[in-house]
């Protein structure tokens, strides 16, 4: 038996949507989201798994986008992230990647030259890790570096929101640690040399606000910010005591400067820069405007604008179509039988929907890392504010609905994804995110009502945990996503709702979506590769 639908099977990614039971900050629960609630009671639901070794990252560390909207739209669990990291450090093959002898070489033929590191400068595990910045940093020590300098993109948001101090006091501890181990320390020049908060400073994504990249530049490349102080240390904490409230990930960029006033650590020509993120979406534009020839973003400041002579390093690959960059100390996993590709040689048409900050999740990282698009596939991305999203919590909810409702007659398959648990619960505010959840109920309702007038089903769901846990257990608000599971619930008034029912299935998780979606679809095969659906056929 094969299940048909007359209407769309429609998939509606809740980002940062996550299941827990308990009150206190808890968003998801404390939002009057009518909707969700009957739909939790009346129809077939359960919670799957979003981190840790279900989504292909280390045991106990909490999911993200990235990693969820690939396990989702792959139907596989892959090795990836920051695990594919650490298993190319335990190996060796990071010192052995042509990257990294590249560096070496680069720095061998100048010997005056500096190498830098830049990222998400924590230990929250979603884009970087600070860990691996030490081991990098190790490696160049042992390998004779003299000169290297840091450039710190601030967390606060994968982190507690004002914890950079501790990462600069681990960092500024490792560097006093290489020069205890030197014969001769006062031959090491190992410094920190600029940063900001990662959402003002570098880390913009999908291209939404060039200025972020542009800001880093300036300090990076030319060593230039309104402010400047004689360590990081002391740039915090003239931060703090003109605003005791700012998260790190709000530092405005500022640059370190020596005793003249001049700034200790400007990229310079024949220079080599390592950027440590193994995570694309914050990493792949900064990776452009060091690695583009023809760059039209922003005056970089060179010559004709001319692409400088560095020599630029990914933790990995952040763009697997153009393969940018070039050089990378780990090699990319290729994910096969996405679910797009499988769909579109059976002739099923699909739409791609979100706001800005999320469209490249579920497109690009939804599709196993490529924006290549499958026959019958089409995007469409509606600009997000620009604003904080805690000022506007709603964000593009409803205008993702207006699109999901205007072509739902025109696809079989839709996915869309409503970022306001995720964005607005990064701030750890209650009060908006609440107002986040309630929005995306309303316009849940409306797809639901669509999916019923055409005869369709809506399957809803996570692809982590935030807006359900923004306190941790000591009650301080809490910014980073969380390691529960998410919502899986099968929202069907059509007659198909009496030929299946949910399967058991041991540990189940995001990876298990796409196999029951090719069943909702028509489908009685899908690739071997995919995990079992969640449903069975009666």
Do not use: C
């Not at 940063?195 to 972020?212: H, K, N, P």
């Not at 990064?426 to 309303?442: R, S």
């Not at 929202?491 to 030929?499: A, L, S, V």
């Amino acid at each position: 038996m094969k299940l048909h639908y007359e209407g769309p099977v429609v998939l509606a990614v809740l980002d940062g949507v996550g299941l827990r039971r308990e009150l206190a900050g808890n968003a998801v629960k404390l939002a009057h989201t009518e909707f969700l609630n009957q739909a939790v009671r009346k129809y077939p639901s359960m919670g799957l798994l979003a981190s840790g070794e279900a989504v292909g990252i280390l045991k106990g560390d909490m999911g993200n986008s990235e990693v969820g909207h690939n396990a989702i739209g792959s139907g596989q669990i892959i090795k990836q992230g920051i695990a594919r990291v650490e298993d190319a450090f335990e190996t060796g093959e990071i010192w052995r990647s042509s990257a990294w002898q590249g560096v070496l070489k680069r720095l061998r033929e100048n010997p005056d030259s500096t190498l830098h590191f830049s990222g998400i400068f924590s230990d929250g595990k979603v884009h970087s890790s600070l860990e691996h910045l030490k081991r990098l940093m190790d490696r160049a020590y042992t390998e004779g570096v003299k000169h290297i300098r840091i450039h710190l993109v601030l967390d606060g948001r994968d982190v507690p929101p004002q914890s950079a101090e501790k990462y600069i006091n681990e960092l500024e501890n490792f560097i006093a640690s290489l020069e205890k181990r030197s014969l001769t320390p006062e031959s090491l020049d190992y410094k920190i040399a600029s940063g900001g908060g990662r959402m003002i400073f570098v880390a913009d994504r999908y291209e939404s606000d060039w200025d972020i990249v542009r800001r880093g530049w300036d300090a990076i490349f030319w060593g230039e910010a309104e402010y400047r102080f004689l360590s990081a240390s002391e740039a915090l904490d003239s931060f703090r005591e003109k605003d005791p409230e700012i998260q790190d990930q709000y530092i405005p960029p500022f640059v370190i400067v020596d005793a003249e006033n001049r700034p200790v650590g400007p990229v310079k020509d024949g220079d080599s820069f390592i950027y440590i993120d193994f995570r694309a979406d914050r990493a792949i534009e900064i990776a452009e405007a060091f690695t583009y020839n023809d760059f039209p973003y922003f005056n970089r400041g060179t010559e004709n604008n001319s692409r400088p002579d560095v020599y630029f390093v990914g933790m990995t690959e952040y763009n697997s179509d153009t393969h940018v960059p070039e050089h990378r100390l780990v090699e990319p996993l290729e994910i096969k039988d996405t679910l797009n590709t499988f769909l579109g040689s059976r002739g099923i048409t699909q739409l791609a929907v979100s706001e800005t900050v999320k469209f490249g999740h579920v497109t690009y990282y939804f599709n196993g890392n490529s924006y290549e698009k499958a026959p019958g596939e089409e995007h469409i991305e509606i600009p997000s504010d620009t604003m904080p999203f805690n000022t506007r919590p709603w964000m593009k909810s409803a205008e993702i609905t207006d699109t999901v409702v205007e072509k739902a007659n025109d696809f079989n398959f839709i996915r869309l994804n409503f970022p306001g648990g995720d964005m607005v619960g990064h701030f750890a505010e209650l009060e908006p995110t609440i107002v986040a959840m309630e929005a995306i109920d309303i316009e849940l309702k409306r797809i639901a009502k669509i999916v019923d007038a055409l005869g369709g089903v809506l399957i809803i769901t996570g692809d982590h945990g935030n807006a359900e846990e923004l306190l941790d257990e000591n009650g301080v608000p809490k910014t980073s996503h969380s390691t529960g599971p998410v919502p899986f619930i099968i929202y069907d008034n059509t007659d198909n709702k009496d030929k299946y029912q949910l399967a058991h299935v041991e540990n189940a998780g995001l990876s298990n979506i796409a196999s029951t979606l090719a069943l909702l679809l028509g489908q009685d095969t899908y690739p071997e590769s995919w995990h079992e659906p969640l449903i069975k056929l009666l």
